[in-house]
């Protein structure tokens, strides 16, 4: 019925046009549109406290990844969405305290991305390098 029910305004969606300030990813504003910035922001803060917990090794591994993730240019943005995703969940398992990781979370989480970046030579290459590093940081 008309007149009964107030109005509200419609809530108009942000669109993320400039770029996003990050600590430790290095993101320019012609990547970040097609990017989940949640995503980004929270790997991000969690490197920032993997660093602050003594972790600098796995925080670098973690920073390389994703930033060359973002930059590549033979991955779909689907498909850098999704490595992020994993990184980011990765890196919420490594802040964790010991006791409470999910160590076989963690553990699928790393024979996944290797089949995602399977099109990615370069990117495949950097994960060989850094993932004895984010399984240190992870206890594994």
Not at 24 to 50: A, K, M, P, Q
Not at 69 to 84: A, R
Request: proline share 4%; no cysteine; charged share 20%.
């Amino acid at each position: 019925i008309p007149g009964i029910m107030p109005r509200y305004p419609e809530r108009l969606r942000v669109i993320q046009t400039g770029g996003i300030t990050l600590n430790n990813i290095n993101v320019s504003n012609s990547e970040i549109g097609v990017l989940n910035t949640g995503t980004i922001e929270h790997l991000d803060s969690t490197v920032s406290f993997l660093k602050s917990g003594g972790n600098a090794e796995t925080a670098t591994a973690l920073t390389q990844l994703a930033e060359t993730v973002i930059k590549s240019v033979e991955l779909s943005n689907e498909i850098k969405n999704q490595v992020l995703e994993l990184l980011s969940a990765l890196s919420s398992e490594a802040v964790a305290p010991k006791e409470q990781r999910r160590k076989a979370v963690a553990k699928a989480i790393l024979e996944q991305i290797p089949t995602i970046l399977a099109g990615a030579k370069i990117l495949l290459t950097l994960w060989e390098k850094v993932k004895p590093l984010i399984e240190k940081g992870l206890g594994l």
